[in-house]
């Protein structure tokens, strides 16, 4: 397809547990970005790729967040020892070239249930 | 810290009139800024852009104004169709968006 495109739509888990979430950028699109989007608020971000390289991670709420895009395309956010609070929609969205100036196209998200 | 907010939290408009959402922005220093749209279960969805050095941009039925003196962007959509319920939300571009709580635009028919 020609847009961003998140697996699965929708995950429960039980707290403890652990989870992986999947990201298909815009063919071609250098940048990547992850944002957590709580019930009847605005997305926040998470962290941020250009290529493979991840070179901004402030937006993780704890060490039990990590991020990963090896091969510059398909990116996975996991989230370990799941609980309560990691309840969300988890958005990725990717850009063309760069972080600033340019327009951030996003999927239709993962919800997260943790149960 | 940075914020980027909404004046209105909801807007009710009846179909064919013309809808005005608001944003206040607190970084003056931001240069690039994004309307998106997001209907229920969906990503948000890109509408139009502006950077700071214009004052107006305009794309279909959709207009975006900049007031950088007072910090403030509008978007105003032209002869609303019921297709344009949904939140809208401003997000400020520094390398990471920073979004606002958004606008919930409902229109009757």
């Known amino acids: 397809g020609a847009g961003v495109s998140q697996s699965p739509r929708y995950k429960v888990a039980k707290r403890g547990q652990d989870v992986a979430l999947r990201c298909d950028p815009i063919?071609?699109?250098?940048?990547l970005f992850w944002y957590q989007q709580a019930l009847g608020q605005g997305p926040e971000f998470l962290t941020y790729f250009q290529n493979e390289a991840q070179l901004d991670k402030s937006g993780l709420p704890s060490d039990r967040f990590f991020a990963e895009r090896p091969e510059g395309s398909v990116s996975t956010l996991k989230i370990q020892r799941t609980q309560q609070e990691d309840s969300a929609v988890y958005l990725c969205a990717s850009s063309l070239v760069g972080r600033t100036m340019r327009p951030q196209h996003f999927g239709d998200g993962t919800r997260l249930s943790i149960l | 810290g940075e914020s980027v907010g909404l004046h209105l939290p909801t807007l009710s408009v009846q179909e064919g009139d013309n809808s005005i959402i608001n944003c206040a922005y607190s970084n003056s220093a931001s240069d690039y800024f994004i309307w998106y749209k997001q209907e229920s279960g969906k990503g948000p969805q890109f509408i139009i852009d502006?950077?700071?050095?214009?004052d107006k941009r305009q794309g279909q039925r959709v207009t975006v104004l900049l007031n950088k003196t007072v910090k403030h962007l509008s978007l105003q959509i032209a002869a609303t169709q019921p297709g344009d319920s949904a939140v809208y939300f401003c997000?400020?571009?520094?390398?990471?968006?920073?979004f606002g709580q958004g606008t919930e635009l409902s229109v009757k028919p």
């Open positions: 063919s071609g699109h250098v940048s």
């Open positions: 502006i950077r700071s050095n214009m």
């Open positions: 997000a400020e571009n520094e390398g990471k968006l920073i």
